[in-house]
């Protein structure tokens, strides 16, 4: 399984942008996708995840409200991003974890490369 991120890009605090994971070699919706944040100078955190099946996801506390996760018919996972602040800054990975959404990081094995997302004025 190979993940590609993309959608990353420069938007203003209040903004909006749409990253996605677009998957190839394995079916994504055999796995849970997971969205990771790593913030400049800090460690990777979760964000949301979706399990196979879509049901249920998962959101940090931060993003909740303000981020939606969803999975489409063409192999690509999605992050809908609104109302987004400064501290949402950083590279954005997507990673597939069997079937259902783990918490640690080390339960994912297949990771992108990461998408830069900066919110700034």
């Known amino acids: 399984l190979q993940l590609v991120e993309s959608g990353g890009g420069l938007v203003q605090p209040g903004g909006s942008l749409r990253l996605s994971c677009a998957a190839s070699g394995t079916a994504v919706d055999y796995y849970a996708i997971g969205w990771f944040h790593q913030a400049p100078g800090k460690e990777r955190e979760g964000v949301s995840c979706?399990?196979?099946?879509?049901?249920?996801t998962y959101y940090a506390d931060s993003v909740k409200g303000r981020f939606t996760i969803s999975r489409d018919a063409e192999n690509t996972v999605y992050l809908e991003m609104n109302s987004l602040k400064p501290q949402d800054t950083g590279v954005y990975y997507c990673?597939?974890?069997?079937?259902?959404?783990?918490?640690?990081?080390?339960?994912?094995?297949?990771w992108g490369q990461g998408t830069q997302v900066t919110v700034s004025s």
């Open positions: 979706i399990s196979r099946g879509d049901r249920p």
């Open positions: 990673a597939a974890s069997g079937y259902v959404c783990r918490k640690a990081l080390n339960e994912y094995h297949y």
